[in-house]
């Protein structure tokens, strides 16, 4: 199984990007990436990936990332496809009823023709950093925030807390994701950073925390400095890594 080669698919909020894999975490040729188109029915994320596929070396299987709550390949929740014109735009009815249910893991399967996986983004983001020791959380700053958390390299079962209040009608998405990061400026968006850690370290007592996706690049020196020994910055490069490793975890939920 180790001469497999992966194709890795990382779909956010405002991109979508692929790369092939090996099982080293190694690229066979350089990450594509394409803006995330809007509005997003599930059959065009599809065609998105399909396109992206064909300008890529053959891989033998694919993994995909994507924001929300997945069970078993299928969405039940993605917060950002459901809108009309992207993260915070307004939802569209239809969207959300054409997302409801998916079974995104057996379109993208029938449709590339290959075995397929399909994961919430951060749980991927995390197969792709992890020691598989202990009890870790990764936390990805992006669009909004993203979470998942293994135990002794088991993935455990998802939760959408980032949709949960941090403060009276403000969810956690809100409070930590992109639109603050820029009204706010890296300075203070950093002290939220800090301040969602130092909220969330007596709910999961973790052995470590590793922060990744593409604002974990924007947390100032002085507020890592506060974080702590057991919080970790990853590169956002996990994110692709993470699809080629996470066949590998030892409770992939069923198709």
Not at 80 to 109: C, E, K
Not at 138 to 151: K, N
Not at 208 to 217: D, E, F, K, M, T
Request: charge should be neutral.
């Amino acid at each position: 199984m180790n001469d497999l080669l992966t194709l890795a698919v990382d779909c956010g909020g405002s991109g979508i990007k692929a790369a092939v894999l090996d099982a080293a975490g190694t690229a066979h040729a350089q990450p594509v990436r394409v803006p995330t188109p809007y509005p997003l029915a599930p059959e065009l994320l599809v065609d998105v990936i399909a396109k992206i596929a064909a300008d890529l070396p053959d891989a033998q299987r694919v993994s995909v990332g994507m924001p929300g709550m997945i069970r078993s390949g299928v969405v039940v929740h993605t917060p950002h496809y459901i809108t009309r014109s992207g993260p915070r735009s307004r939802v569209d009815a239809a969207l959300t009823a054409a997302w409801a249910n998916f079974d995104m893991q057996a379109a993208v399967a029938e449709r590339l023709g290959m075995p397929a996986l399909v994961l919430n983004d951060a749980e991927v983001h995390g197969a792709g950093v992890i020691a598989a020791s202990g009890l870790e959380l990764v936390l990805t700053l992006g669009t909004g925030l993203g979470s998942a958390h293994f135990h002794g390299g088991r993935l455990a079962p998802h939760l959408e807390w980032s949709r949960a209040p941090i403060r009276r009608n403000l969810t956690y998405d809100a409070y930590i994701g992109e639109p603050e990061r820029r009204r706010l400026g890296d300075g203070l968006w950093s002290r939220r950073v800090v301040n969602v850690v130092e909220g969330l370290r007596p709910v999961f007592h973790w052995d470590r925390l590793y922060l990744g996706g593409g604002n974990s690049r924007n947390i100032t020196p002085s507020a890592l400095a506060r974080l702590g020994d057991d919080v970790v910055v990853v590169p956002n490069s996990a994110g692709l890594v993470g699809g080629a490793r996470a066949w590998d975890l030892p409770n992939l939920p069923s198709s």
